[in-house]
């Protein structure tokens, strides 16, 4: 079956710093992936959509300066989280789908983002 | 836009019981896909069961059912025989492109 791995599982970084957090398909090509935000308790919110090749859509409210998100191939995405301060702290979970939404949507395992 | 509505926040089950969880959604399109995931404490997101809107039939996978009726804009899941690794977290989602979850229903699973 489809397996999407994301890295790292957990960070914690240093506020001011940026972080890198990479989201690889590794049995299929991505077109599209996605990246959420899940405080604790709560559901997962959409913050971006990206396409290969393309810039990312961001969702209404998501800072496009503070979380960059690259997709420079069909297998990797990744979510730089830009001057992180102690907010941003979350879990962070991918998702990538090879074609339409009948091909359905594989996650990542999730990032665990604590900053200090 | 699009909303997906879980009106239930926790819900317990008896092992080997059956439960059903609800869920509404909003749209406007008539092409579009319907989900149950299920999220265990490891927070990995699992694919329970899915309905493409266009097809009648209700969807089963093994243990999972669902009720599917398009026209009430409702997408229940029914749990048969309820066993202790259903405890999770379970997220109704709608997709006609990008994904959209609902607030999530914790299933408890009493012995």
């Known amino acids: 079956g489809a397996v999407v791995s994301q890295h790292p599982s957990r960070v914690i970084c240093k506020s001011g710093t940026s972080v890198k957090i990479e989201c690889r398909s590794l049995d299929f090509q991505a077109t599209t992936m996605f990246w959420y935000r899940q405080f604790p308790k709560q559901s997962l919110m959409l913050m971006a959509t990206?396409?290969?090749?393309?810039?990312?859509?961001?969702e209404q409210g998501v800072e496009k300066d503070k979380f960059l998100i690259n997709h420079a191939s069909l297998t990797l995405s990744t979510l730089t989280v830009t001057s992180a301060h102690p907010e941003d702290s979350s879990f962070y979970i991918c998702?990538?789908?090879?074609?339409?939404?009948?091909?359905?949507?594989?996650f990542g395992s999730g990032t665990r983002l604590t900053v200090v | 836009a699009q909303t997906v509505t879980q009106s239930q926040p926790e819900m317990s089950v008896q092992e080997a019981e059956t439960v059903t969880l609800s869920c509404t959604y909003d749209t406007s399109e008539s092409d579009y896909y319907l989900f149950w995931y299920k999220q265990p404490p490891s927070r990995q997101m699992i694919l329970v069961i899915r309905q493409e809107a266009y097809k009648q039939q209700n969807a089963t996978e093994n243990r999972f059912s669902v009720n599917f009726q398009k026209a009430a804009k409702s997408f229940s899941l029914k749990i048969s025989d309820s066993q202790l690794g259903d405890a999770a977290m379970y997220f109704c989602a709608y997709s006609d492109d990008k994904i959209i979850f609902g607030k999530g229903t914790r299933l408890h699973i009493l012995p």
């Open positions: 990206s396409n290969e090749g393309s810039k990312a859509t961001y």
């Open positions: 998702s990538a789908r090879k074609g339409t939404v009948l091909y359905g949507y594989t």
